[in-house]
C-alpha cells in the first residue's frame, strides 16, 4: 500500500508534539515537510521546538518558519497550557539542523509543486499558513488532496464559550481554509475532548522505555497537570486526532456538513458554526469528527509509540 504523503504544519505545543510522534511512527504516511506558524507560543519558540521534536524522534525533513502574527487578528499565544517555552517538561535534544531559507507557505509550495501524488495537509496550529499558502499560489490548490486538521468545535469552545483556540487565533485565516473547496477533516473538540489519555495510560507508554517513550509520558503529565485543574479525567490529545484519522480511519465517528467560521462578533468571533437542519442548502464542506474509539486510541499510540525502541530511528 503507497502511503499518504503528508505536510505537517504546527505549533508545538504538547500536543502537536505528540501528533508528530505519532506520525513519524507510521508505515502509512510519509511526511515530506513541517511547518511552523505562531499559537501556543511566539514563532520563534514554536519553530524551535518544531526542530527540537524532530531531534528527538529522528525526522529529517525540511522544516519552515510561519510568520510571526495571523493574517489579521492580534497575536495570542497560550503560556497556561504549555508553559513559557511553549513545550514545558522534560528536556529535549537540541536541534540537528536548520529550518529552509524558505518561509513556511513557500516550502508548503514547493513541496506540493515537487511531488507527483497530491499532498494531505495536516494543520494543528492556527491556518495562517495554509491560507497564505492558498491565497499566494492558488495554480497549487488542485495538488492538495485534503486536509485533516485540529480545530474548531461545532458544540463549544474552549477558549471561549464559542470557539476553539486554533481558530479564535486567526478566524479570518480558517474563514478561507473552509472556503477552498479542499476536502476537509475536522477534527475539532467535538472528538478531541474525548481523545483522553487518563494517568494509568501514561504508564503503559512510560513503561515502553525508550527515549521518545519516557518524554511523552513527561508530556503528557505535563499536559495533564494544567488540564486536571480545570477538571478533566485525562489529557485530551486533540492535535493527534488529526494523525490517527489518517492512520485509523475506522476509530471515528463523524458527520459531513457545511461550516462556516465566524470571523467577527461580540461573543461569537472563532466560532465554528455547522448547519445541521441544512439551513442554507448547501453541500457539506467538512467531515465532521464527533466521536472516537477512545481506547482504540490509546492502543494506537502506544504502539505507534513502541516502534521507536525497535528501530533506529
Ligand atoms: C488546540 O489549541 C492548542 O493549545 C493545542 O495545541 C491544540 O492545537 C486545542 O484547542
Ligand atoms: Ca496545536
Redesign the pocket.
Known amino acids: 500500500m503507497s502511503k499518504i504523503p503528508i505536510i505537517l504544519d504546527?505549533?508545538?505545543?504538547h500536543?502537536?508534539a505528540m501528533?508528530w510522534v505519532l506520525a513519524n511512527a507510521s508505515d502509512k504516511l510519509d511526511i515530506r515537510g513541517i511547518t511552523s506558524c505562531c499559537?501556543?507560543s511566539t514563532i520563534e519558540k514554536t519553530t524551535y521546538n518544531a526542530l527540537r521534536v524532530c531531534a528527538l524522534i529522528g525526522l529529517k525533513v525540511p522544516v519552515a518558519k510561519g510568520g510571526k502574527r495571523p493574517l489579521l487578528a492580534e497575536p495570542m499565544n497560550a503560556p497556561s497550557v504549555h508553559g513559557e517555552s511553549g513545550l514545558d517538561g522534560p528536556e529535549l535534544p537540541e536541534p540537528v539542523f536548520d529550518i529552509e531559507d524558505l518561509d513556511a507557505p513557500s516550502l508548503i509550495a514547493k513541496l506540493v509543486e515537487e511531488s507527483e501524488e497530491p499532498i494531505t495537509l495536516v494543520p494543528?496550529?492556527p491556518l495562517t499558513n495554509i491560507a497564505t499558502f492558498l491565497l499566494t499560489y492558488p495554480e497549487l490548490k488542485h495538488k492538495i488532496k485534503h486536509i485533516s486538521m485540529?480545530g474548531g468545535g461545532v458544540q463549544f469552545g474552549n477558549w471561549t464559550p464559542a470557539a476553539e483556540?486554533?481558530i479564535l487565533v486567526d478566524p479570518e485565516a480558517a474563514d478561507i481554509v473552509f472556503k477552498s473547496g479542499i476536502p476537509i477533516t475536522m477534527a475539532g473538540l467535538d472528538v478531541t475532548e474525548q481523545a483522553l489519555i487518563f494517568p494509568e495510560d501514561f504508564e503503559r507508554i512510560r513503561a515502553l522505555g525508550n527515549p521518545v517513550a519516557i518524554i511523552v509520558a513527561e508530556w503528557l503529565e505535563f499536559f495533564y497537570e494544567f488540564h486536571r485543574t480545570i477538571g478533566y479525567a485525562g489529557a485530551p490529545v486533540?492535535?493527534a486526532v488529526a494523525v490517527a484519522n489518517l492512520i485509523m480511519p475506522d476509530l471515528m465517528e463523524s458527520r459531513d456538513l457545511y461550516v462556516q467560521v465566524e470571523t467577527t462578533g461580540d461573543f461569537c468571533k472563532g466560532a465554528t458554526i455547522a448547519d445541521f437542519n441544512n439551513k442554507y442548502e448547501k453541500e457539506p464542506n467538512a467531515k465532521v469528527l464527533m466521536g472516537i474509539d477512545r481506547e482504540g486510541f490509546v492502543d494506537l499510540m502506544v504502539d505507534m509509540i513502541r516502534t521507536y525502541g525497535e528501530v533506529a530511528k
Open positions: 504546527g505549533d508545538p505545543g500536543d502537536d501528533a499559537g501556543n494543528t496550529g485540529m483556540f486554533n486533540h492535535d
